[in-house]
């Protein structure tokens, strides 16, 4: 399951696409020079269970520390996996 990425230097999204069909989302903000807010998250009914809301976060997190930038999440799911994984709390706002 490839994650993919796109970003505008203003606004981006970490996504799953599958036969030219975004299946799982995640868009952000950027706030500055040095973080991002996640605000919404979704994934394809069809893929529900498996994971594919994690993989986003994660994306999220491995770009947050490549760049040095904070995540604020503001999207109750990636709140929750970010309060789930203490490992995350170096790129935590």
């Known amino acids: 399951m490839k994650i993919q990425q796109i970003d ?30 996640i605000d919404h998250t979704e994934v394809d009914m069809s893929l529900k269970g498996q994971g594919l809301g994690y993989k986003l976060v994660e994306a999220a997190v491995n770009y947050a520390r ?24 170096d790129v935590r706002f």
């Open 8 to 37: 505008n230097e203003k606004k981006g999204e970490f996504f799953y696409e599958l036969d030219e069909k975004k299946l799982g989302l995640m868009s952000y903000s950027h706030a500055g020079s040095d973080k991002i807010i």
């Open 66 to 89: 490549e760049n040095n930038i904070k995540i604020m999440p503001l999207c109750p799911f990636a709140n929750a996996v970010f309060k789930k994984r203490s490992e995350y709390n």
